[in-house]
């Protein structure tokens, strides 16, 4: 992998063979708001820019990407080398070698995945309706079952959590913390009171915690400190909800080499 400077490279430590990686504006050659390497081909950026960045992109990581038409819902693409790109979905896993499940976003939570022995790897892009699902069963728990159909389980899956708006940064209404107690009211110290009737939310600490109850204990990554803000750092970082909707987006990657 040749990532770009300024690029995350987790630090985790995947079975033999596996490799991530999370970009960030540098390295691209998108001009404007969506400067430098936007990767969404749907948020208003020319298209020639967006296919060289896709280019740049695919390069540095030596592996196919998948870019999903992803909706905040549940649903998980199975990806092989031949999959397209556009596939409507919010996770994705695969056994196969040079196809890179990733995850594009600009505030949402980006969520990589491993079994223990790295045959399966998953990825998943997750928004609080999507996080949220519905009884309790949203898009990470998708993501995991997924994940171990072929085999493995929680105990030693890797998870690493990706930059998104931090807990000092997203302000919610009553809805989204209700969506969340209704299944799980221990949540609710994830809240904390902003204003007449909203709330800031840690999404990255939900996510640990919807992890953790599937058994998944080996968290890594984001932990809800500034340094990991998609809206605090205009630099480094793409944020729909800093930037009113005129936003690239960041990419985040797993794949098996």
């Known amino acids: 992998m040749q990532a770009a400077a300024g690029w995350i490279v987790p630090d985790w430590p995947l ?12 390295g691209g050659v998108s001009e404007g708001p969506y400067a430098s390497l936007n990767l969404g081909s749907h948020v208003g950026d020319a298209e020639a820019a967006v296919a060289a960045n896709r280019r740049i992109f695919a390069a540095a990581v030596r592996a196919r990407p998948v870019f999903m038409e992803q909706v905040h819902g549940t649903q998980v693409a199975r990806l092989s080398p031949a999959s397209r790109d556009g596939v409507q979905a919010d996770a994705c896993v695969t056994g196969e070698a040079g196809v890179a499940c990733t995850i594009m976003v600009a505030d949402c939570l980006p969520v990589l ?7 399966a790897i998953g990825a998943a892009h997750a928004g609080w309706r999507g996080l949220a699902g519905a009884a309790g069963q949203g898009v990470i728990e998708a993501a995991c079952r997924a994940l171990w ?19 000092q940064a997203f302000e919610v209404g009553p809805e989204v913390k209700a969506a969340f107690e209704a299944t799980d009211p221990g949540c609710a110290a994830l809240f904390a009171p902003h204003g007449s009737g909203k709330w800031l939310a840690n999404l990255p600490g939900l996510a640990r915690r919807r992890l ?18 998609t809206v605090a ?11 009113r909707g005129i936003s690239g987006r960041l990419a985040a990657a797993i794949w098996r080499a």
């Open 113 to 119: 995945l491993a079994t223990a022995d790295g045959k």
């Open 15 to 26: 079975p033999a063979g596996v490799r991530a990686v999370c970009t960030t504006r540098d």
């Open 149 to 167: 159909d072929s085999g493995g389980g929680p105990a030693g899956t890797l998870a690493w959590l990706g930059p998104c708006i931090g807990p």
């Open 212 to 229: 953790l109850a599937l058994g998944v204990g080996r968290i890594h990554g984001n932990d809800g400190t500034a340094r990991w803000c």
């Open 233 to 243: 750092d205009a630099s480094r970082f793409f944020s729909h909800r800093r930037d």
